[in-house]
């Protein structure tokens, strides 16, 4: 097992994870004016829906921990 810090934003009470588009995503026209306009790419924790948060937006930093790795694995039971 392994941890991992990640850089969180809290909007409207929700809680997220700023992404990066691939270089090859700024190849899209809607990628490449979100960016321009200097919106942020975001995943909702609680969802894990992408979304497009405002640039100039109001926003609570903060910080978490991911941990890589599975210490206690679900056991498929078969019917």
């Not at 990640?6 to 700023?18: E, P, V």
Request: positive net charge; hydrophobic residues 40%.
């Amino acid at each position: 097992m392994s941890s991992h810090p990640l850089n969180t934003i809290k909007f409207a009470g929700k809680t997220y994870i700023r992404v990066i588009p691939g270089k090859k995503l700024f190849q899209s026209t809607l990628v490449h004016s979100v960016v321009n306009r200097g919106d942020v790419f975001a995943v909702c924790l609680e969802t894990g829906l992408l979304t497009i948060l405002p640039g100039t937006a109001e926003v609570e930093k903060g910080k978490a921990t991911v941990v890589l790795g599975n210490p206690d694995p679900v056991q498929e039971k078969l019917l």
